[in-house]
Structure formats: structure tokens, C-alpha cells
């Protein structure tokens, strides 16, 4: 303990603590102004002669700045921001257009091997009809019903060859 330098104190001090605390906060507003630094003290002390005992003593301080030209207004603090959301927009807009092109590019190719079977099937049946008559021409010209055709050799340029 520690005497008192001043007679209005009374006797000497019984007991003095003192704690220091500082508590900053600070926060940017989208308009630039910032809310600063916030200081509590808190000091105890515990005296003879005081009214109050044990004291305490503290401090808040408040901080607020505006700058006129840096970061001054909406826009120029919410400029980084707009300009991701456009990127957001611009990548899904992106995505939704591939999307559609792959949905678009599987349906043509389901389609093309729908065609492409049916068209399988036409021929098969246009061979299987083909072998039939075949079979039915081969049979009726082994039992005479039809004439057997003359090849000769003529070129279809030469002066011999006539047309129909």
C-alpha cells in the first residue's frame, strides 16, 4: 500500500487496482463511413474517506469518419459487389445454355438411332421381299412360266445400239 499524496484523500489508500481493458470495434458501411475504435478503462480503487467503496472509474470513446472522396458513396463500395453477381449470373446463364445443348444434342441422337432402326427394319424387309421374288421368279422360269433373257454385248455409245 501506498500513501495518499493528497490531504482531501483523507488516510492512506487501503486498496487500488487497476485494470485496463480496451475493447475496438470497427465497422465499414456501405457508404464509406466507418465506426471506430471504442475504448472502455475500468480502474478500482478502494480508499478511506471515500463515500463510495470501493470506485470505479471508466471511459468509452466513440470514433466516426466519413471520407469525402475515398470509398465516398454507394457505389463505389458496392461496385466489387454488382460486378460478382453479374459474373454469377453470366456463369449460370453459361451453364444453362450447355445444359440445354447436351439435352438437345441426346434427344437428336436418340432420334437418329430410332431412324436408323426403322430404316434397318425397311431394308431387311426390302431384302427379305427381294429374296422372295427371287425365289418365285427363279422357280416359275425352272417350270417354263417365264421366257430366259438374251444378253448381248453391245455398248450403249455404238451407232448399233438403239433406243426405245
Known amino acids: 500500500m501506498s ?3 493528497s490531504s482531501l ?3 492512506s489508500t487501503l486498496s487500488s487496482l487497476s485494470q485496463t481493458s480496451n475493447v475496438n470495434y470497427t465497422e465499414e458501411f456501405q457508404t464509406g463511413t466507418c465506426l471506430a475504435q471504442v475504448l472502455r478503462r475500468l480502474v478500482h480503487q478502494q480508499q478511506q474517506f471515500s463515500i463510495v467503496n470501493p470506485s470505479f472509474f ?3 470513446t466513440f470514433s466516426i469518419g466519413q471520407p469525402l472522396w475515398r470509398k465516398g458513396g454507394l457505389f463505389a463500395n458496392r461496385a466489387p459487389i ?3 453477381q453479374r459474373g454469377i ?3 449460370q446463364a453459361t451453364f444453362q445454355a450447355q445444359v440445354s445443348d447436351v439435352v438437345a ?3 437428336n441422337q436418340y432420334w437418329d438411332v430410332v431412324e436408323a432402326r426403322k430404316s434397318l427394319e425397311v431394308i431387311r424387309k426390302s431384302v427379305e421381299l427381294a429374296d422372295t421374288s427371287y425365289k418365285r421368279d427363279k422357280r416359275a422360269l425352272e417350270l417354263g412360266a417365264l ?3 438374251k444378253f448381248t454385248a453391245r455398248s450403249p455409245r455404238s451407232p448399233s445400239a438403239k433406243l426405245p
Request: no cysteine.
Open 3 to 5: 500513501p495518499t499524496a
Open 89 to 91: 449470373r453470366q456463369s
Open 9 to 11: 484523500a483523507g488516510a
Open 58 to 60: 471508466s471511459g468509452l
Open 147 to 149: 421366257p430366259r433373257l
Open 82 to 84: 454488382i460486378i460478382a
Open 105 to 107: 444434342r441426346a434427344i
